[in-house]
């Protein structure tokens, strides 16, 4: 399973048929809007492939190619490092606001 995850959401999901392990799975990024993707690639019995960061361009072709091996665990390729994860940063930002509503609720005259 090819999974395209932006903004803590699957945007796009498809089945690759692999014959033989190891095998590459080519992924076509083609349908996706323009933006910053994490790509995982994943199946039974086989190591979860995760690239972090992968950048599409509108009007270009672009596609990935993911090793897949088989095993447990997960392989993780980050393209866009020196700053947080996306799903991190929306955790942090969702308790920062969760924390000021309660200040707020807290100030209000009774």
């Known amino acids: 399973m090819v999974s395209a995850i932006g903004n803590g959401k699957v ?43 992968v950048q599409v361009f509108s009007g270009r072709d672009g596609y990935l190619v993911g090793v897949v091996r088989l095993g447990q665990g997960a392989h993780i390729v980050e393209y866009a490092t020196g700053g947080l994860a996306r799903e991190e940063l929306a955790a942090r930002i969702s308790k920062l606001e969760a924390a000021v509503a309660e200040l707020q609720k807290a100030r209000q005259p009774k």
């Open 11 to 53: 945007v796009t999901q498809y089945e690759v048929l692999l014959v033989q392990l190891p095998n590459e799975a080519h992924i076509t990024l083609d349908s996706l809007p323009a933006g910053q993707y994490d790509v995982r690639v994943e199946g039974d019995g086989v190591v979860t492939e995760l690239k972090r960061g």
